[in-house]
C-alpha cells in the first residue's frame, strides 16, 4: 500500500472518531472487540445514516477499510478519480444504469480477489440509505461474494462477515445518542455443504442469516408508530431507573418484546397504553417541556454548575459561534434530504472550525500580539467543550420552569406516574 495514502487514510480515520465524539457524544460502543480481525473479512452494517455509516463502522477496525460504494458517485472525472484513489469499488444499482442492464460481475471478481488477499470491505446490504430505526431486507450481493470467494480456495478459508449494528436515536440531530454493537462474526466455511448442494440456497440461507444478525444487534422496529412509543417508553425509562448505555440497549430489547407480546395478545389493552402516552406527551409538547423536567428537579451541584459555569460557557459559545453556527448554514442551504444533515454538518465542521480557529486567532493576535494569539487560539477547543457540557444543564435547567409553570402539574406527574407503571410492565409480560 501506497504509504502515503496509508497515512492520509489513518489521519482520517482519526479525524473521524473525533467527529463522531463530537456530534454524538452520548454514544454506546457494545462488543467491538470482534471486529478485532486482520484476516480477509467483509464488513457489514444498517444504513440508516447516509454517507456516515460505512465511516461509523470501518473506523472501529484496524485494517483499512474499502467500500463497495454506489456507481452513480464515479460518474464525474474528479469523483471517479477520489473514490478508486480512497479504497472504493463501485457496485451498479437500477438507477444508476439508466435503463441499461445491471452489470456487477467485475465489481464481484475485483471483492472476491480482495478479501481473498487478506482486505477488509465494507457492505451496505440494504442498498440505501433510510432515516428510520428497523433494518430493510437485506440483498444477496454480500454472501454472493463472499462465498465466491471461499470457493476459490475451497472453503479451507477464514474468510468472514462482521456485522455491526448501528442505532440512532435521531441521526440528523447534534448530540443524538447512537449505539455501535458488533455481531459474532459469521464464517464462510459454515456454508460450505450448503453452496456445493445449492449456490443460490446458500446465498439466501447467509443473507438471511446476516440480516437477523443486524436486527438483533439493533432497535428494529416495525413502523414509525411503534418507533415513537419505544422512544417516548426508553424516555420514561431513562429518567427514573437510569442504566448504562449496553443494560439501556438491552432493557430496550426486552421491553420490546413485552409490548409486541402484548399486541398480539391483548390488543385493546395495548391501544390504552399508547393513548396515555400520547394523552402525557401532548401535555408536554404544549407545555414545551419534557418528561425529564417533571420526573426530576436539578439539584443543588446542577445549580452551583449552572451559576458558575455560566461566565466560561458565555465566552465559549461567543467565540465558537460562527464555526458552530457555519455547518449548520451549509446544511439548510444546501436543502438536502434531511438524512445528510448530520454527514453535511460534519463534513463542514471538519474545515470550518480549524479555518475560523485560525482567523480568529491571527486576528487577536494582531492586535495584542502574538502570545496572546497562541493562548486564544488554545482557549478555542476548551471553551466550545465547557459550553457543550453546559449547555444541556441550562436546557434542563429552562425546561424545569416551563414544567413548574404548567397549569396542571400535580395531574401530569401523576399521570406520569401511572405512565411509568405500566411502561414497567412490559419488562416482565
Known sequence: MNPILYLIYQFLKLLTK????????????????????????ILVSNH??????????????????????NASLFQTPFTNWFFNTFYCIPVE????????????????????QFINKGGCLFIAPEGGSDMERRV?????????????????????????????????????????????????????????????????????????????????HTIDTKDEAEDTIILRAEELLRNSHPLKGSDHFRRTK????????????????????????????????????????????????????????????????????LAGYLPKLASEKLGLYIG???????????FAFPIVYALQSWAVGAWLGGTAGWIYLLSLPLSGWL????????TRFKNRQKAKSMKHL??????????LKATLQYLNP
Not at 445514516?49 to 463497495?68: E, G, Q, S, Y
Not at 444499482?93 to 472476491?112: E, H, L, M, V, W
Request: glycine share 4%; charged share 25%.
Open 340 to 350: 445528510y444533515t448530520a454527514s453535511v454538518r460534519i463534513l463542514c465542521g471538519v
Open 93 to 112: 444499482r437500477p438507477q444508476d444504469t439508466k435503463g441499461k442492464p445491471i452489470n456487477n460481475a467485475n465489481a464481484f471478481r475485483k471483492s472476491q
Open 254 to 321: 426486552k421491553w420490546i418484546e413485552g409490548l409486541r407480546k402484548q399486541a398480539q395478545q391483548a390488543p385493546e389493552a395495548y391501544q390504552a397504553y399508547a393513548e396515555q402516552q400520547q394523552k402525557y406527551w401532548t401535555k408536554l409538547t404544549e407545555a414545551r417541556t419534557t418528561d425529564e423536567a417533571v420526573a426530576k428537579r436539578p439539584g443543588l451541584a446542577a445549580v452551583t454548575y449552572l451559576i458558575l459555569g455560566a461566565p466560561f460557557a458565555l465566552y465559549g459559545w461567543i467565540n465558537n459561534l
Open 136 to 216: 430493510r431486507p437485506f440483498k444477496t450481493g454480500t454472501a454472493r461474494i463472499l462465498l465466491g470467494a471461499a470457493a476459490m480456495n475451497d472453503f479451507e478459508t477464514d474468510l468472514r462477515i462482521l456485522p455491526v449494528g448501528l442505532t440512532y436515536d435521531h441521526p440528523h440531530r447534534f448530540r443524538s445518542r447512537m449505539t455501535v454493537n458488533a455481531a459474532p462474526p459469521i464464517l464462510a466455511r459454515d456454508y460450505a455443504e450448503a453452496y456445493r448442494t445449492d449456490k443460490v440456497q446458500a446465498a439466501r440461507q447467509l443473507t438471511q442469516d446476516l440480516e437477523q444478525a443486524i436486527r438483533y
Open 18 to 41: 473525533i467527529s463522531f465524539r463530537v456530534y454524538y457524544p452520548n454514544a454506546t460502543r457494545m462488543n467491538l472487540d470482534r471486529l478485532r480481525y486482520r484476516g480477509g473479512s
Open 387 to 394: 459550553y457543550l457540557k453546559w449547555q444541556p444543564v441550562a
Open 410 to 419: 400535580d395531574e401530569a406527574k401523576a399521570e406520569r406516574a401511572t405512565l
Open 48 to 69: 440508516p445514516n447516509t454517507l456516515l455509516d460505512p465511516l461509523n463502522a470501518a473506523c472501529r477496525v484496524p485494517k483499512v477499510v474499502h467500500f463497495l460504494a
